[in-house]
């Protein structure tokens, strides 16, 4: 890994760390805001679904801090426990951000669609992308070929992070809106809602800035040495 690689991911694990930071802290300042209807989360994401239409999708409690996510393989919604048990608005927000992944999924919402078909590549590449891009730079005046191979299988990680972004932004706006409409969330309480999944969005924005950075880093390793020959 070059020093300009190396600075560039140095920068943004920063960047991440402030952000997760801030994550945190507002989700514990929003799960101490009760909501006035007094909704659990596994109550706000059941009555979501049923509000679309959908009744083949499972609200169930997962492990972990902040571990919510929808699972299109096996169609559940996947609260942590604070959500999953808590009456709080932080809680509401979550619940019905994934539930706006059931009804992505449920619409065949196209962003949603093109990210599932690229799991399977993402998930190959994610595995060896890193080492085989470490072997490209070390072997780049011997072998340059090998690095092309590797920013190739970065980009695909890396339009999988940009393609993430209208996924989730779409989910929130469909969250809120339900919200709103139902008065789930009212007055002050929306504002936080509000406030909640835009942090939340934050962290999928930077991580897609990051790619982006480090994979023209890559590209421009790998040019750099062109022009040299």
């Known amino acids: 890994m070059t020093m300009s690689v190396m600075l560039v991911s140095l920068l943004f694990v920063g960047i991440s760390f402030l952000v997760s930071a801030r994550l945190k802290s507002k989700f514990n300042k929003y799960s101490q805001m009760p909501l006035t209807s007094r909704l659990t989360g596994q109550q706000v994401a059941e009555k ?31 609260l942590s426990p604070e959500v999953f048990h808590g009456a709080s608005v932080a809680a509401a927000a979550v619940a ?45 005046n ?15 990680t890396t339009i999988f992070s940009v393609i993430t972004l209208p996924v ?5 706006k469909r969250a809120l809106a339900w919200l709103n409409t139902t008065n789930i969330t009212r007055g002050e309480e929306h504002g936080g809602a509000t406030d909640a999944l835009k942090w939340a969005a934050m962290t999928y924005v930077v991580a897609a800035l990051a790619s982006i950075a480090t ?15």
């Not at 972990?64 to 393989?73: A, E």
């Not at 011997?142 to 191979?149: E, M, Q, S, V």
Request: proline letters at 4%.
């Open 48 to 78: 979501m679904l049923r509000d679309n239409g959908i009744y083949d999708v499972k609200v169930q409690s997962v492990e972990g801090f902040l571990s919510d996510h929808y699972n299109p393989t096996d169609k559940t919604v996947n």
């Open 96 to 140: 019905a951000h994934e539930c706006g992944h059931a009804v992505q999924h449920a619409t065949a919402y196209q962003w949603l669609t093109m990210r599932s078909k690229l799991v399977p590549v993402v998930q190959f590449s994610s595995n060896i992308v890193q080492w085989v891009l470490l072997a490209g730079v070390i072997a780049i």
């Open 142 to 156: 011997t072998f340059p070929p090998l690095l092309l191979i590797g920013i190739g299988l970065f980009a695909m």
């Open 168 to 172: 989730e932004f779409d989910a929130s």
């Open 215 to 229: 994979l023209v880093q890559y590209v421009l390793i790998f040019l750099g040495n062109r022009d040299r020959d």
